[in-house]
């Protein structure tokens, strides 16, 4: 499907490694890709527009230009930028110091409303409190029976009524969960399209008469470019003070939710993550940050590799390894390095391309396997390590041997290695990244 | 001549019926969605972007009207791959020298994405007895209304309808479609919550037959297209239709919100490996969002758009005519 930012930019810088420093216009180039990435993740125009301009700014001083891995340090930025923009932390929905606390809820058609509020009810019932639901959707047909049915699922009050008036029903419903000491009131409402005027004046007559603590609205995680649109309107009509972002269960990337938040700073309070009534979660403006661009953990594997990497070394490294001259010992060092930075598996889940190719997800990689080829290069002389054409019959004997591992086995390591040093000449010749250690 | 004798001939163009008479002439007949469409258009909120009146403007194309052109077509969800495909496009006839200025060039986009999501004027015929059509989409993307608006057209025409409520897992999805079965005279044939969707399919299918009725809606219900057991619960619902009926489900349609982003593809996608799909429902286009997403997946997987949504009511259901829609949705309201 879409590639994510990480392998875009990496495909943007791969025709400059090796050629030293960066220019600005090798910037515009990774900024180029990050505008589209963001456009694919359905992140609005305008907000794409300033982003991209933000850190086109960031990118131009001299912690990318200079760097070791320029790819990695914009997707650093780019990240940082995201996660300040989408807040650094959970927001909670707010509540009333004078019981009970009124919470509204808003949103187009089929967002995902009414599921939400059971939802909601859920989650606070467990945590101690009384809710209680209003029916306000008077225009769906059966949308109060499907708010009764999710009332009794979660085991919360549901007060409806038949007829037309919204705001009736609201005000009663208020009044009927203070008279039975409720102290949360979840009020649910019609879906509508922000251009009905009739529609968006009744929820604003609704919300005048619930007078709400929070009013929120629900958002489709897969909402295109029209997010801002709907989310200025809602803003302008009963200035929502938050959003739950629904469907995040599927493959939406959900740059909705960085457009609602670029064009009205309201937070994310929760985020829906199934049909289920339990399916709700606390909204994590990092996990968000990342799920939009693609980068899975990309961002905690750079930054074990900066916590592990010895940047000095490894310039000289990959220099030695790009002109072919690798040796065993190199390679020992390198497997070394990785997996100080944790098992191999997981690392390879954390990359972006590599978690979401399907032939991959099965693979384990065998630590153990790692093991002995550690041992089996333990077992060299540091002679052997850098000429492994030396090696012959009875010195793969003594090394079997030695590390406790058959001739075979020793073979196969020796090809392979053979086999990478080849590749990795080409790979230098050619400009494309080594992948060190593997 | 009433707008409803107006729609009635149009329906039956669609569902290859007989028109009913009238005197009707072939030009007014596109009022029904254009003019729904530029109602909506012309409010304040609606102007697509600012700088399309520009790009449509009748004087000569500057290069700029390229970039804005491509925004233009992104900020309709259009995606990015297809938006640059229709610049491409366009850009070379205007190298041919056969778009020079922006009333041209309105023009010839308004074609070149009437060819891509509709090349022929869409078509449900009804040749089998009964004609079984199955409508699949994710969460809350209207199937229930499009099925509910559906029947209401087809009663309209004479047809005998029969629903079958395979939606058994939202709360209350079958209380919703046994009103609007209520509200189009249809036969609704359902059982209890949690049942398995098949078995209503089948048992829908079934009593059509018995009862000769012209056509059967399957009503399934929402789910995203990643979930593996219910995309396979899916196909299974299909494959007993078929059980049912040898070459059922004759059309398969997939309702599609025109709020959806670039996720549009991957549901088009998935579920067409699922069931393979003969149409899409473009629905919601009453609200802000242009539903481009429709024209890159008419682009990429070649499933024509059928029928198109515009409201909440009854009636607020229109064979999709591209032409005009691309004419709505891209050109600057007047
Ligand atoms: N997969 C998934 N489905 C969801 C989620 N939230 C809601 N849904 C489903 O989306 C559909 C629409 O949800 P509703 O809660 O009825 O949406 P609504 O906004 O109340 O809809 P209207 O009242 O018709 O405007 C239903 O099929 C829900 O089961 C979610 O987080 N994930
Ligand atoms: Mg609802």
Redesign the interface.
């Known amino acids: ?2 590639d994510s930012l990480s392998d875009k930019l990496q495909s943007a810088f791969a025709g400059l490694r090796g050629k030293g420093k960066l220019t600005e216009a090798d910037i515009d180039v990774a900024m180029r890709a990050i505008r ?1 990435s963001l ?4 992140v609005n ?1 305008g907000v794409v527009r300033q982003f991209t301009k933000a850190i086109g700014e960031r990118a131009k001083g001299a912690e990318v230009m200079q760097s070791l891995t320029p790819d990695q340090q914009v997707v650093k930025i780019v990240n940082e930028e995201l996660t300040s923009l989408m807040g650094q932390a959970n927001v909670g929905m707010p509540t009333s110091p004078r019981p009970p606390t009124v919470v509204l809820m808003a949103g ?5 409303k ?1 599921t939400c509020c059971a939802k909601l009810a859920r989650h606070y019932a467990q945590q101690g409190r009384a809710p209680m639901l209003v029916a306000c959707d008077v ?5 109060a ?6 009332g009794e ?1 979660v085991g919360v009050p549901v007060y409806r009524e038949d007829g037309t008036d919204a705001v009736g029903i609201a005000s009663r419903g208020i009044a009927e969960a203070k008279a039975k000491v409720r102290d949360l009131v979840i009020v649910d409402t019609a879906g509508r ?4 005027e009739a529609m968006m004046d009744e929820l604003v007559r609704v919300r005048d008469a619930v007078k709400p603590t929070a009013v929120v609205l629900v958002l ?1 995680a ?5 997010a801002v ?2 989310a200025t ?1 809602f803003q302008e009509a009963v200035q929502f003070d938050g959003a739950i972002l629904t ?1 995040l ?5 959900g ?2 939710a960085l457009s609602v938040r670029a064009t009205t700073g309201r937070p994310i309070y929760f985020v829906g993550t199934g ?1 289920k009534v339990e399916a709700l979660e606390p909204f994590h403006p990092d996990r968000m940050a990342s799920r939009i661009l693609g980068m899975g953990d990309v961002l905690s594997l750079i930054e074990r590799a900066q916590q592990t990497v010895d940047v000095d070394d490894a310039r000289a490294m990959e220099k030695k390894i790009l002109g072919g001259g690798m040796t065993l010992e190199d390679f020992a060092n390198q497997l070394k390095q990785v997996r100080k930075m944790g098992p191999v598996g997981q690392l390879l889940g954390m990359m972006p391309g590599f978690g979401k190719m399907k032939q991959l997800k099965d693979v384990e990689v065998d630590e153990k396997q790692l093991d002995r080829v550690q041992a089996i290069i333990s077992s060299m002389t540091p002679s052997e390590r850098r000429r492994p054409e030396i090696i012959n019959g009875s010195r793969r004997q003594r090394i079997a041997a030695g590390s406790g591992t058959t001739v075979q086995e020793v073979n196969q390591l020796l090809a392979q290695f053979k086999q990478m040093r080849k590749l990795m000449k080409r790979f230098g010749k050619g400009g494309l990244p080594p992948i060190p250690g593997t | 001549m009433s707008e409803s004798d107006d729609d009635r001939a149009v329906w039956a163009e669609l569902f290859g019926l007989e028109a009913p008479p009238s005197e009707e002439d072939q030009a007014p007949r596109r009022r029904g969605l254009l003019g729904r469409l530029r109602e ?1 258009l012309s ?1 304040p ?2 102007t697509i972007s600012p700088q399309l009146a520009g790009i449509f403007a009748p004087r000569l194309i500057t290069e700029d009207v390229w970039d804005e052109l491509e ?1 233009a077509l ?4 259009c ?2 791959d297809a938006s640059l495909a229709l610049v491409e496009e366009l850009r070379e006839q205007a190298g041919e020298g056969r778009i020079t200025n922006g009333t041209e060039l309105a023009g010839a986009l308004a074609a070149a994405v009437g060819r891509q999501m509709a090349p022929d004027p869409p078509r449900i015929p009804l040749t089998a007895s009964p004609t079984v059509i199955l409508v699949v989409g ?5 199937k229930t209304t499009s099925v509910g608006k559906l029947a209401h057209r087809l009663s309209e025409l004479g047809q005998k309808v029969v629903i079958g409520a395979a939606d058994t ?5 079958i ?2 479609l ?3 079965a209520d509200r189009s005279g249809a036969q609704l044939v359902r059982q209890a919550p949690g049942a398995d969707p098949g078995a209503v399919a089948f048992d829908a299918v079934s009593s059509a037959k018995a009862r000769g009725a012209d056509v059967v809606l399957v009503d399934t219900a929402g789910r ?4 593996r057991n219910l995309m396979e619960e899916l196909r299974k619902v299909a494959a007993v239709v078929g059980k049912a009926d040898p070459g059922a489900p004759h059309e398969t349609l997939l309702v599609l ?1 025109s ?6 593809l ?1 549901q088009a996608r998935l579920f067409g490996e699922a069931v393979p799909l003969t149409g899409v429902v473009l629905t ?1 286009l ?5 539903g ?2 429709a024209v890159a997946i008419s682009r990429e997987l070649g499933t024509p758009i059928k029928l198109a949504g515009v409201g ?1 009511k009854l009636e607020d259901l229109r064979p999709f005519d591209a032409r005009v829609y691309a004419q709505a949705i891209f050109s600057a309201p007047e």
């Not at chain 1, 456009?39 to 359905?42: S, T, Y």
């Not at chain 2, 994710?138 to 209207?142: F, K, P």
């Open positions: 499907m879409f589209l456009l694919e993740a359905d125009m187009l058609q089929g967002s995902g009414t225009h769906r047909p059966a949308a029976q499907q708010l009764a049915v999710l699922q399209t922000v251009i009905d489709d897969m909402t295109g470019q029209t649109e709907v309107a469907k269960d599927g493959d939406a990337r740059g909705a049909e | 909506n409010r909120r609606q925004e992104i900020v309709a969800d995606g990015v994710v969460n809350g993307s209207g897992f939202r709360a209350a999805a209380d919703q046994a009103v609007w995203l297209q990643t979930q919100d709020t959806t982003g670039q996720n549009g991957s919601k009453d609200g802000t969002a242009k481009g997403i909440e």
